[in-house]
């Protein structure tokens, strides 16, 4: 396939015509419309339909321009920096984050980035849905314990881990007879399915009786330290009140929670992209996550 050619055919959708293209090009339409053609051909299939006044772009053709813009976009960069003689971070990073990470840590993390890279523009979208880079444009994703994936590469950069704790004036109770779970007031996220917590390096197992259940780890955390209930809340949240005597670790769960920056592994890496996976690890050097606000 002639990349000339598709780059002509993305430039000729971008304009949404052969004169637009062509004056913003300086390739003649008779050029631009060959190259089309031709790429056509390669093809085995018609990508515009040629109608009197506009292009239309055919149902390959708003495939191919979805699935290709992008990759081209990025060679483009690479091209580019190649020339330069240099690989400097530029133009608009696009980066979907947990909601919980993005209204503790980014303000400032974004703030820091921008500082040590003016010519980059960032897009952060807050929100826990796992996001689809390709279809949904996004440079990089954050996430919490990916599951792998085939497509996607990058680094974990933190890690935290989740406790059991409460405020003072919830008394941690002895373990029950034969291990039996004891039942406690507790505070819970909105998805609890009702799971006992058993404490690390104890025979006791709480049995929580949920008297309050919220959608934000904030909720939870705020309505423990006013003794609620006993919650289990990320120590990235919760260090400060531990060291102040507000809360009281009962236990960890066991289990750690990684935060990793993904990218696809089906798009060469551009510079921005490098830069800010490589930002994001230097910004946690030994690896413990804090979002206290």
């Known amino acids: 396939m002639n990349l000339n050619a598709l780059e002509?055919?993305?430039?000729?959708?971008?304009?949404?015509?052969l004169g637009k293209a062509s004056r913003a090009s300086g390739r003649s339409k008779a050029t631009l419309s060959r190259r089309i053609a031709d790429l056509e051909e390669a093809l085995?299939?018609?990508l515009l339909e040629r109608g009197s006044n506009r292009l239309i772009l055919t149902e390959?053709?708003?495939?191919?321009?979805?699935?290709?813009?992008?990759?081209?976009?990025?060679?483009?960069?690479?091209?580019?920096?190649?020339?330069?003689?240099?690989?400097?971070p530029r133009g608009r990073l696009r980066v979907a984050a947990p909601l919980l990470f993005s209204q503790l840590a980014f303000g400032q993390l974004g703030a820091r980035f921008l500082a040590a890279y003016p010519d980059v523009q960032l897009d952060v979208v807050a929100q826990d849905r796992a996001v689809d880079l390709v279809e949904e444009h996004f440079d990089v994703a954050i996430r919490v314990n990916p599951r792998e994936d085939s497509t996607l590469v990058g680094r974990c950069f933190a890690k935290d881990r989740l406790v059991i704790a409460a405020a003072p004036s919830i008394k941690m109770p002895r373990a029950g007879k034969a291990g039996?779970?004891?039942?406690?007031p507790a505070v819970v996220l909105s998805s609890y399915a009702g799971e006992p917590w058993p404490l690390d390096r104890s025979r006791l197992v709480i049995d929580p009786q949920p008297v309050m259940r919220a959608s934000s780890l904030l909720i939870v955390r705020d309505a423990a330290l006013a003794g609620v209930g006993v919650a289990v809340l990320p120590?990235?949240?919760i260090g400060s009140r531990l060291k102040s005597g507000e809360l009281v670790q009962?236990?960890?769960t066991g289990k750690v929670v990684e935060l990793w920056a993904l990218h696809t592994s089906r798009r060469l890496p551009s510079a921005k992209v490098r830069?800010?996976?490589?930002?994001m690890r230097d910004q946690y050097p030994d690896g413990e996550l804090v979002l206290e606000g």
Do not use: C, N, Y
């Not at 002509?8 to 015509?17: I, R």
């Not at 699935?67 to 330069?84: H, I």
């Not at 830069?275 to 930002?279: I, L, M, R, T, Y």
């Open 8 to 17: 002509d055919f993305l430039l000729v959708a971008a304009h949404g015509g």
């Open 44 to 46: 085995g299939v018609r």
């Open 60 to 88: 390959a053709g708003q495939l191919l321009l979805a699935r290709a813009e992008d990759p081209m976009r990025e060679v483009g960069e690479a091209v580019t920096a190649a020339r330069e003689g240099l690989a400097m």
């Open 180 to 184: 039996k779970p004891v039942q406690v």
């Open 235 to 237: 120590r990235s949240i």
């Open 250 to 252: 009962w236990a960890t």
């Open 275 to 279: 830069a800010f996976v490589d930002f």
